[in-house]
């Protein structure tokens, strides 16, 4: 499958504890992204790279939440000291510069 | 600010009905838009995207959206609806010329009977 890969597809934590996503998009797109989606509601925008550069980071991302992408490949999402309401989907997604995101499965957060 | 709104949350057809979901965008510039889909279980998935030119767009599996810029909308269709439509369908925008970061509708979920 040459699609957006995360892992792990189901993350289940106790509050307090960090957590690491890892996207790796589709190896010739030079642009990512990570949204957040609750029930009900649609992806929410947290932060795009282009290459290994962040070059935008939303309010919703708190200083317990960072994103990297070393070397411009995949990228990793860790939340420090979860929260309850942290729980969601997490998504990632990649693109080239035309315009279309790829999105992969998810990673569903459960914080107890 | 920019958002993208969506009139419908939930839709109940049956089979063979006519579909029309509304969106209405707010932004301040050039925008191109999308309408996402994601099936029970699977990744968001692209139906169709408006970029320029022809306000009428084709997608895939049968569904086009009519880009009407007075209105600020992009309503998506569907004349005849199966089963395997069922699903939830968001809209989307994204700032024309930007790095393509999208704002998402709440979505509409869509269930079809047959």
């Known amino acids: 499958d040459t699609g957006v890969s995360q892992n792990p597809r189901h993350k289940i934590t106790k509050r307090g504890q960090n957590v690491t996503f890892r996207c790796d998009p589709i190896?010739?797109?030079?642009?990512l992204y990570w949204y957040r989606q609750t029930l009900g509601q649609g992806p929410e925008f947290l932060t795009y790279?282009?290459?290994?550069?962040?070059?935008?980071k939303s309010r919703l991302l708190s200083d317990r939440f960072s994103a990297e992408r070393p070397k411009g490949s995949f990228s990793t999402l860790e939340i420090q000291r979860t929260e309850q309401g942290d729980s969601a989907m997490y998504l990632c997604?990649?693109?080239?510069?035309?315009?279309?995101?790829?999105f992969g499965e998810g990673s569903r957060l459960t914080v107890l | 600010a920019q958002s993208v709104s969506q009139h419908n949350h939930h839709v109940i057809l049956s089979e063979a009905a006519s579909l029309e979901l509304g969106c209405n965008y707010s932004?301040?510039?050039?925008?191109?838009l999308f309408w996402y889909v994601q099936y029970p279980g699977q990744h968001l998935q692209l139906l169709l995207k408006?970029?320029?030119?022809?306000?009428l767009v084709k997608g895939i599996k049968g569904f086009e959206a009519e880009f009407i810029k007075s209105k600020f909308s992009f309503n998506l269709r569907k004349p005849s609806v199966q089963w395997s439509d069922t699903a939830e369908y968001f809209c989307?925008?994204?700032?024309?010329?930007?790095?393509?970061?999208?704002?998402f509708g709440a979505g509409t979920r869509l269930a079809v009977h047959p």
């Open positions: 408006y970029f320029s030119g022809d306000p």
């Open positions: 989307a925008a994204s700032l024309s010329g930007g790095y393509n970061k999208l704002i």
């Open positions: 790279f282009q290459n290994e550069a962040q070059l935008e």
């Open positions: 190896s010739e797109h030079n642009r």
């Open positions: 932004y301040g510039g050039t925008v191109n």
């Open positions: 997604a990649s693109s080239l510069e035309t315009g279309e995101l790829f």
